[in-house]
């Protein structure tokens, strides 16, 4: 499934991407990542952390942030259910405040 721009908030858990910068698939484990920059006193936000496949989980360094942009294609779509549709919109609610205050 090629990615369009209305499709990219957000991918459940689970879910399989190609980015444009790596020729790796990579699944889709956690969603809205803080980053904290110490030394200049801001922080950042990535729209997800996955992990590489097939070897999945290695260590932390192998741990994969990127944003909604950097996805080519989608490979396998992970599960949703109710429950985690309003844990979804939950975190919308909160990006786009966030996003309001910057």
Not at 13 to 23: C, I
Not at 59 to 65: A, F, K, P, S, Y
């Amino acid at each position: 499934m090629e990615m369009n721009n209305n499709d990219l908030k957000y991918l459940p858990y689970g879910t399989v991407v190609k980015l444009k910068f790596d020729d790796r698939y990579y699944m889709i484990t956690g969603l809205q990542i803080e980053i904290n920059d110490k030394e200049n006193r801001k922080k950042y936000y990535c729209d997800y952390i996955s992990i590489p496949l097939p070897q999945g989980y290695t260590g932390e360094d192998q741990m994969m942030l990127f944003n909604s942009e950097n996805i080519e294609k989608i490979i396998f779509n992970g599960y949703m259910d109710k429950k985690i549709s309003s844990f979804y919109d939950d975190i919308k609610w909160s990006v786009n405040r966030r996003k309001k205050n910057e």
